[in-house]
């Protein structure tokens, strides 16, 4: 089962100067294409443990001129549906690869820099969901997830994971409860809004911490600039969807959509794939899109708002 975090529309907020309701892709990357072959490391099956801006450095799409990565002890990528059939995703969210961190024994971290462009909110979403390892020293044991994601001011664009400087914002996400298979993933979308508005001249590092769930991993990982924050309710198994797919898999039906929002489709990529106005009904048509997973965004009137979606 796939837990979705509700987004909903952006609270609005008080400027000096009023800033033009504008959304820009900083960095967006479903981890599918790395620099190199990945080779599994001698402690374990379909597990990696290459520095993770060996692999992924560039690979993922955006503006914000990201795509170097810091990190702690080993932080891996993980095989989905390896050659070794270890690693299984029967959502087919995660794709081939995603990021792995550990808890129980080390204190693992990821962090990426990126310029926010001037603008006052760095909004993230990504899916997290605990996972177990085969070798390199596990079990570690499975448990909800739950990632601190700290976001600090970087002046010099040169960021030193021992030594991080001002923190600007923080937020806590937790995912949802394990699989019952360990080796399983059962993937939470979560969602944070981060303050960057004091930063001091907009070059700004987010950094990714695992703080429950001996082990965990992250994937899809979408981080954008904002002039809005990006607003979440709790996870709640009887909560309304906010965005949803028809029978067909043909249109996006949008809760609390304004019958005249602009609105926006990017690939995992940060590239737009679809735009215009939404029906009178919220509901956009999908049909010609490829399967794959998507972020929506649209603005209106009162507000701005950010999802995800996948077509199967």
């Known amino acids: 089962m796939r837990h979705i975090y509700l987004f909903t529309i952006g609270t609005p907020f ?58 702690t002890f080993t932080v891996e990528t993980l095989l989905i549906n390896g050659p070794g059939n270890v690693y299984t995703d029967q959502a087919g969210i995660g794709g081939d690869y995603c990021i792995g961190l550990q808890t129980a024994q080390q204190n693992d971290k990821a962090a990426l820099t990126l310029d926010s462009d001037g603008l006052p909110y760095v909004n993230l979403t990504m899916d997290i969901s605990g996972i177990e390892v085969s070798g390199c020293g596990a079990p570690f044991g499975t448990a909800a997830p739950i990632f601190q994601v700290t976001v600090f001011d970087t002046p010099s664009g040169a960021f030193n994971i021992n030594s991080p400087g001002m923190v600007l914002d923080d937020a806590t996400l937790t995912g949802g409860p394990p699989s019952s298979d360990p080796f399983s993933f059962n993937w ?79 690939d995992v990529h940060g590239k737009t794939v679809s735009h215009g106005r939404s029906m009178s009904d919220g509901g956009l048509d999908v049909s010609q899109l490829p399967k794959g997973a998507y972020i929506l965004s649209w603005s209106g009137d009162h507000g701005t708002g950010h999802g995800r979606f996948i077509l199967p």
Do not use: K
Request: charge should be negative; hydrophobic fraction near 40%; aromatic fraction near 6%.
């Open 188 to 266: 939470t979308t979560v969602g944070a809004a981060l303050d960057v508005s004091a930063s001091s001249n907009g070059t700004v590092t987010v950094l990714i911490d695992l703080q429950a769930s001996g082990y965990a991993a992250f994937d899809n990982l979408d981080i954008s600039a904002d002039t809005s924050p990006l607003s979440i309710s709790e996870d709640s198994p009887t909560s309304e969807a906010m965005i949803w797919l028809d029978a067909n898999g043909a249109r996006v039906g949008v809760r609390s959509m304004e019958p005249n929002a602009t609105w926006m489709i990017r």
């Open 14 to 71: 008080a400027l000096t100067t009023p800033l033009v309701a504008q959304t820009i892709t900083l960095y967006s990357n479903a981890f599918t294409s790395p620099n190199m072959a990945v080779t599994t490391a001698a402690c374990g099956t379909d597990i990696s443990q290459q520095a993770v801006n060996d692999l992924w450095a560039g690979t993922g799409g955006g503006t914000g001129g990201g795509g170097n990565w810091a990190q």
